[in-house]
Structure formats: C-alpha cells, structure tokens
C-alpha cells in the first residue's frame, strides 16, 4: 500500500483542470429515489426531495463542493433535484455528472448503454437541462468498460462539448487504469471515478492518476454504507434496496445481509478508524484522502446528518501513517 504522508487537507487540485475542491464531496446517487437496472431495484429506497436539498445545502456550508451524479440515478431524477438545490448557488458547486445508461423516465428503468457521438449529445443537453445550467464542470463516461475505438469517439466527441462550452472538463468512471491512462491524451481528459475503500484498494489506479496529475473521484468510499458500522449478522435491508436486489457487483452484501467475512475484517480495524475521536464513517474517508493526495471521496447521503457526520472528516483529515501502516498489516 503507498500510503502518503499528507497533512489535513479541506481544499485540492481538481487534477489538472485547474480548479479546486473540498476534498470530500457529496455523491448523489441515494438521491435519485427508486429506479431500476435489469429488472431490479438500483436505488437506495424512497427520498425526500426537500431533504435531499437541505443536505445539499448543507454540504456546501461544510465545505463541499464537488457534487457527483448522473442522469442514470432515478432516471434523471437525481439531476433535477441537485438543479433545484442550485438554482441560486450555481456558483459554489463544481457539478459533476455521467452519462451512457439509456434509460425508460416513465418506466424509471434502465434500459442499456450508448456512448455514440450522437447519443453524448443529446444526453448532454438533457443533462444540462435537468441541472438548470449552461455548462457541466465534469462530465463523465459512466459506461465501465469500452473498445478503443468507442473510447476515441467519446474522447473526441466530448472535447467538442468542451469548444462548444457545454463542458468544461471531462472525465470516466471506470477501474481499467489501462484504459483510462490512454485518455490522458485528450487535454480536458482530468478525472477517472473508482472504486476505493479501505477493503478494496487499487494501486494501479491511484499510480496512473498521480502520474498524470489527474483527479480519482471515489465512489463506494464506504462500502455502500458498510463502512459506517451501523450493520449487524442480524440485520437484512428491505428489497428495494440496492443492496438487497441481488446484483452481481454488490461484493458487500449477499440476498441484503451483510458478508460475515467483511464484518470479521472491520472488527479488526474499528478502533484503528476511530482514531483521533473519528466515527467509522470519517476514519475509512481520512484513509482515503491518506491514501493518494488526488482522492476526492464521494460518500452517499440521504438525510443532513448522514452529510454532517461524512463531511466533519475534513476537520479532522487523513489518518496518521503510522495507523494507515498498522491497518494495512492487519488487512493484509
């Protein structure tokens, strides 16, 4: 594990856009209520719109900045919520969104995937819609996995938004650092979204974006909430859950039960995440922003305290390397 020695960080380069973030941002998939991916559930249960908007607001108070979503979450649902939230503080978000799921609204089904020249248009513009603004500060290749040629055509497609004034940077939500190094060559390629939590690790990828001064967007920072400690072997989540629907990468959870074998290694490491007074919750992000000095964690939320606990990780920073050392001995 290359943990680094870095101090307490609230703000940092957003890769090499040229912008900067708080380092922990806000991600707003729980918010887009109930959808569905394959015929099963893909969401985090029912929302409450005015709630989601007050956690918003409350993220920016706190310090966040970076607002990740994408038109597949509630079918476009999440969009129009964060719009709203922003509708008169356009100014203090760096909003970032992905695209690439085809999607039935009506349905709130997802239906397939498109990233054809023609397709990333039209869902840019629907995008841009739904958010209520004239650009996309990030805009991000949902799709995990794409040909080279598939890749070329989005890259040169989203370099043209960019001439256009659409987007401003862009990014691709993916775990292939191959992949992803090979974009580097598009100048407003800045971010990659991954997978990273103190179960899963990906040096490779942490490597890749360091060397090439771009932003690693962290999805699943918390093991889709696993990471928070609030679950038990008692405990089974209800079926519209996502955890609970029964897809093939949710590795945390089995038929909406938490794995015993995960639950076995947070005991291990509880108290290590709870140094210096954390909650569970802001010691696996402060391994996180101690991981790489490009992390950017994107923890969920659904309701303003879930925003107070994630975000008061800022004040209190990267865990020290020597429990960042004694974590990794004992995981591995």
Same mark, same amino acid.
């Given at each position: 594990m290359l943990a680094t020695d870095?101090?307490?960080?609230i703000r940092r380069p957003l890769g090499r856009s040229g912008l900067s973030a708080?380092?922990?941002?806000?991600?707003?998939?729980?918010?887009?209520?109930?959808?569905?991916? &394959?015929? =099963?559930?893909?969401?985090?249960?029912d929302v409450d719109d005015a709630q989601s908007i007050r956690a918003i607001h409350l993220g920016l108070?706190?310090?966040? !900045?970076?607002?990740?979503?994408?038109?597949?979450?509630?079918?476009?649902? !999440?969009?129009?919520?964060?719009? &709203?939230?922003? !509708?008169?503080r356009r100014g203090d978000a760096i909003i970032a969104t992905k695209f690439g799921y085809t999607y039935d609204r009506a349905a709130r089904a997802l239906v397939g995937t498109d990233v054809s020249p023609a397709y990333i248009r039209k869902a840019c513009a629907a995008s841009l819609q739904?958010?209520?603004?004239?650009?996309?500060?990030l805009y991000q290749i949902h799709v995990g996995e794409l040909s080279d040629d598939e890749a070329d055509a989005a890259g040169e497609t989203l370099e043209k938004l960019v001439e256009k004034g659409a987007i401003r940077f862009w990014g691709w939500s993916t775990d292939n650092a191959v992949a992803a190094r &090979?974009?580097?060559?598009f100048p407003h390629f800045v971010a990659v979204q991954q997978e990273l939590n103190v179960f899963i690790d990906a040096p490779d990828m942490l490597v890749m974006c360091e060397d090439n001064n771009l932003a690693s967007i962290i999805r699943s920072p918390l093991a889709m909430g696993f990471l928070t400690g609030k679950f038990s072997s008692e405990m089974r989540?209800?079926?519209?859950?996502? &955890?609970?629907?029964?897809? !093939?990468?949710?590795?945390?959870?089995?038929d909406g039960r938490p794995r015993a074998d995960y639950l076995e290694r947070l005991s291990q490491i509880r108290e290590l995440l709870r140094t210096g007074g954390r909650t569970l919750a802001q010691g696996a992000l402060g391994w996180i922003l101690a991981r790489s000095p490009n992390t950017f964690p994107i923890p969920g939320?659904?309701? @303003?305290?879930?925003?107070? @606990?994630?975000?008061?990780?800022?004040? =209190?920073?990267?865990?020290?390397?020597?429990?960042?050392a004694e974590i990794d001995a004992l995981l591995a």
């Amino acid at each position: 594990m290359l943990a680094t020695d870095i101090s307490a960080t609230i703000r940092r380069p957003l890769g090499r856009s040229g912008l900067s973030a708080g380092s922990i941002g806000l991600g707003c998939w729980a918010i887009g209520g109930h959808f569905t991916l &394959r015929g =099963k559930p893909d969401g985090w249960g029912d929302v409450d719109d005015a709630q989601s908007i007050r956690a918003i607001h409350l993220g920016l108070e706190m310090g966040a !900045s970076l607002i990740d979503t994408a038109d597949a979450y509630g079918t476009g649902h !999440s969009e129009d919520v964060i719009g &709203r939230a922003l !509708s008169d503080r356009r100014g203090d978000a760096i909003i970032a969104t992905k695209f690439g799921y085809t999607y039935d609204r009506a349905a709130r089904a997802l239906v397939g995937t498109d990233v054809s020249p023609a397709y990333i248009r039209k869902a840019c513009a629907a995008s841009l819609q739904r958010l209520g603004t004239d650009y996309i500060d990030l805009y991000q290749i949902h799709v995990g996995e794409l040909s080279d040629d598939e890749a070329d055509a989005a890259g040169e497609t989203l370099e043209k938004l960019v001439e256009k004034g659409a987007i401003r940077f862009w990014g691709w939500s993916t775990d292939n650092a191959v992949a992803a190094r &090979r974009m580097v060559k598009f100048p407003h390629f800045v971010a990659v979204q991954q997978e990273l939590n103190v179960f899963i690790d990906a040096p490779d990828m942490l490597v890749m974006c360091e060397d090439n001064n771009l932003a690693s967007i962290i999805r699943s920072p918390l093991a889709m909430g696993f990471l928070t400690g609030k679950f038990s072997s008692e405990m089974r989540l209800p079926g519209h859950d996502v &955890r609970a629907a029964g897809h !093939s990468w949710v590795r945390f959870f089995q038929d909406g039960r938490p794995r015993a074998d995960y639950l076995e290694r947070l005991s291990q490491i509880r108290e290590l995440l709870r140094t210096g007074g954390r909650t569970l919750a802001q010691g696996a992000l402060g391994w996180i922003l101690a991981r790489s000095p490009n992390t950017f964690p994107i923890p969920g939320f659904k309701t @303003e305290a879930q925003v107070r @606990e994630n975000l008061a990780a800022l004040e =209190k920073g990267a865990l020290p390397s020597a429990t960042m050392a004694e974590i990794d001995a004992l995981l591995a």
